[in-house]
């Protein structure tokens, strides 16, 4: 494998932060006598500035962690016990593909990868485990947990996953942050919006939760969850009858506006104002700012898409820069994700051609604890007989968790998981494998936030036995009998694979960054990349697919009402210092969190009896999850928030906050509902916490 340095010396070595985090940080780690002693933000990359988040910052801490898994383990104890035995990588590769092979041999498809966001890196998350599986035959898996509601919404109204450079933020005279708590999840795009507050631009933040971001803005419109759709529709109605429209715009780049138009006039400002659960006047000063001031953006995160409507709810959003014709300006427009614009060669990385005439079914992974307890049956197929855990930890993140523990826990599943430590999930496992973390393997990837390519160099040599992902698969694949040649490429191949149209891999491998070349404003002209090649007000595709053409709003599945046994909405956004469930076990990033804590408001929390530092249950019909409460202005009221996500095992009843959540799905995109979840809570014990 070529390679820029010599792993283990002494050097400063160029890489990325492989975390689920639109920000995909250029990283410089320092090594000394082949140790890692430094790992800090890369300042030739504009996007990283040299500045990283306290969470990776640390991260040799999480490298050098004393309870990291370094060989592999298998079981010795009861399922869920946590117990098990070192063996070594001979044994455990070859009973995992003997297991594997036998239940292949019966059905290929009684076989599950379960993957996600733990490394976005495009050669340590799909790309050796793609052709493995493939080749395998396994289900395949529909990997909707985090953002394919919003994803979704964008393709059917902007015709992909891309739209303003996040640089240009900082020229914008009016920044609308929409479900984004930027200070914890943006750390970069917030520096940008600083320094366009700094130039006179008005920052308004719209979240259920009075966030660090929404103190720091001029305004903030604290809207009930899963009414996002209805205030974008009502900033529509008041853009109309006060023709704050770009007229040419419209007609030249947009499709089906006499439609959205009669749609949005059914959206007064007092009907949206008693859905949303805000002030008239909010709405309509929010209108006012949004089509009178120029340039204008819209940072949309996924937070709002994690609901019944929420793919409805993106399209919705994504409407209101075409009316105004903000996307004229290099400064205006929307960005939700601008992974869309890495043109990477799928085929020759994934290999699905290894599939051969095969078409296995797809799982959906927001299904999980319903797949894992199926039986099998004619229309559904064979049940769940193994399950191969990657860059994830189910058991903690993945919704309605009881259920998901019910499946880990039948005995007739064999479960493998690759991981850096002993989670929830590896609890449950049958195998352990040790994998390395980002300074110990080579990578490339994109970005969700910014537009440049960037390159992870190994800076350290791979502790005690751990392997790289793609390794692992490898071996596996040796062990199973598969003689294709891809199965031969090593991880340096595989980068240059990866590279997406338009960059050299040389400039990658001298900088450790490379920008793609794109202009400044994509949609100035139109040219969406839709079919009509306009913004697409209506879609024919949805249409055609037995769906509403237009945006509408949709209710979230759970609304409490007066009377409800269950009276709270709840939201779980991430705790600041945790990224999903990684970190949670760093130490002094615990001790930063404190504890797992639900907030609420004070009127919720006197009505029963709450107090800050009490000890609360927090229940549905799907279970209970108890934690400390803090009473916050952070929280309106009628809403909770269950900050997460904390491993089970570190919770007060062995639970944590997707003890509660459901396996209902979105409206497009078919992914989970977060945030869509109906509650109660009641005083458990008190303590002497005071509140903030």
């Known amino acids: 494998m070529s390679a820029s340095h010599e792993i283990g010396a002494n050097a400063v070595v160029r890489g990325l932060c492989p975390h ?62 946590g117990q098990f035995e070192p063996v070594s990588w001979d044994q455990a590769l070859t009973d995992i593909a003997q297991r594997l092979g036998q239940i292949a041999a019966l059905s290929p498809e009684s076989v599950l990868p379960y993957s996600y966001g733990g490394t976005m890196g495009w050669v340590q998350a799909e790309s050796m485990a793609s052709r493995f599986f493939h080749k395998l035959g396994a289900s395949l898996l529909d990997r909707t947990i985090c953002a394919s509601a919003g994803g979704e919404g964008l393709l059917y109204t902007l015709g992909a996953k891309n739209g303003l450079k996040t640089e240009f933020f900082a020229e914008s005279k009016l920044i609308l942050i929409w479900g984004s708590n930027s200070i914890t999840s943006n750390v970069h795009f917030w520096r940008l919006a600083q320094e366009a507050k700094r130039q006179g631009a008005k920052l308004i933040c719209i979240d259920p939760r009075k966030s660090e971001t929404a103190e720091k803005c001029h305004v903030h419109l604290a809207l009930r969850p899963g009414t996002d759709a209805a205030l974008a529709l009502s900033l529509m109605h008041e853009l109309v009858v006060n023709n704050w429209l770009d007229q040419d715009y419209i007609e030249k780049y947009t499709l089906g506006w006499d439609a959205l138009r009669e749609r949005a006039l059914q959206w007064p400002p007092e009907k949206a104002a008693q ?100 039986k099998a049956s004619a229309e559904w197929g064979p049940a769940v007989q193994a399950i191969v855990v990657y860059n994830t930890n189910p058991v903690a993140v993945a919704p309605q968790s009881g259920k998901v523990v019910q499946g880990f826990a039948r005995e007739d599943l064999f479960t493998v998981v690759l991981e850096h430590f002993q989670t929830d999930t590896a609890d449950w496992a049958d195998y352990i494998l040790p994998a390395t973390t980002q300074l110990e393997h080579w990578d490339i990837q994109g970005s969700y936030g910014h537009t440049d390519v960037l390159l992870n160099q190994p800076a350290i040599a791979p502790l005690g036995q751990s392997k790289p992902n793609s390794e692992i698969f490898r071996l596996l694949a040796q062990r199973m009998g598969y003689t294709e040649a891809c199965f031969e490429d090593d991880d340096f191949q595989l980068c240059q694979t990866a590279l997406p149209e338009g960059v050299d891999f040389s400039e990658l491998l001298a900088n450790g960054f490379a920008t793609l ?36 709003h949709i209710p979230n599945y759970e609304v409490p009402q007066a009377g409800d046994r269950y009276s709270l909405a709840m939201i779980s956004p991430p705790a600041r210092n945790f990224l999903n469930s990684s970190f949670v076990n760093v130490q002094s990033l615990r001790e930063m969190e404190g504890e797992p804590l639900l907030e609420i408001n004070a009127q919720d929390a006197a009505s029963r009896g709450i107090q800050s530092g009490d000890v609360v249950k927090v229940f549905n019909d799907r279970g ?46 078919r992914a989970s509902v977060f945030y869509d979840c109906q509650v109660e809570v009641a005083l458990l014990r008190p303590s002497s916490l005071k509140a903030d």
């Open 20 to 81: 689920d985090c639109p920000d995909t940080c250029a990283l410089l780690t320092t090594v000394e006598n082949g140790r890692a002693v430094k790992v800090q933000g890369n300042p030739a990359h504009k996007p990283t500035d040299g500045v990283l988040c306290t969470k990776v910052s640390r991260y040799t801490e999480r490298t050098y962690h004393p309870d990291r898994i370094l060989q592999p383990m298998k079981r010795s104890g009861p399922k869920g016990s």
């Open 624 to 669: 209970e999850y108890h934690c400390k409460a803090k009473v916050s202005s952070r929280a309106r009221e009628g809403v909770v928030h269950g900050l997460g996500v904390w491993w089970r095992k570190m919770g007060l009843n062995g639970s944590n906050v997707n003890q509660l959540t459901s396996q209902l799905l979105t409206d497009l995109g």
């Open 275 to 374: 859905v949303c659960g805000l002030d008239v006047q909010q709405i309509r000063d929010l209108a006012r700012d949004w089509g009178s001031v120029q340039p204008a953006a819209i940072r949309l995160n996924y937070g709002m898409q994690r609901v019944h409507g929420g793919g409805n709810a993106v399209r919705a959003i994504a409407c209101l820069p075409a009316l105004t014709g903000a996307w004229r300006h290099r400064a205006g427009g929307l960005l939700l994700s601008s992974s869309g614009n890495f043109n990477i060669n799928k085929q020759a990385l994934y290999r699905p051609d290894l599939l051969g005439t095969r078409r296995p079914r797809t799982l959906n992974m927001s299904t999980l604890g319903n797949d894992l307890n199926r």
């Open 517 to 552: 070349p794109l202009t400044d404003a994509p949609f100035a002209s139109g040219a969406f990349p839709t079919p009509s090649g306009k913004c697409e007000f209506f879609s024919a595709r949805l249409q055609a697919m037995g769906l509403d053409g237009l945006p509408d």
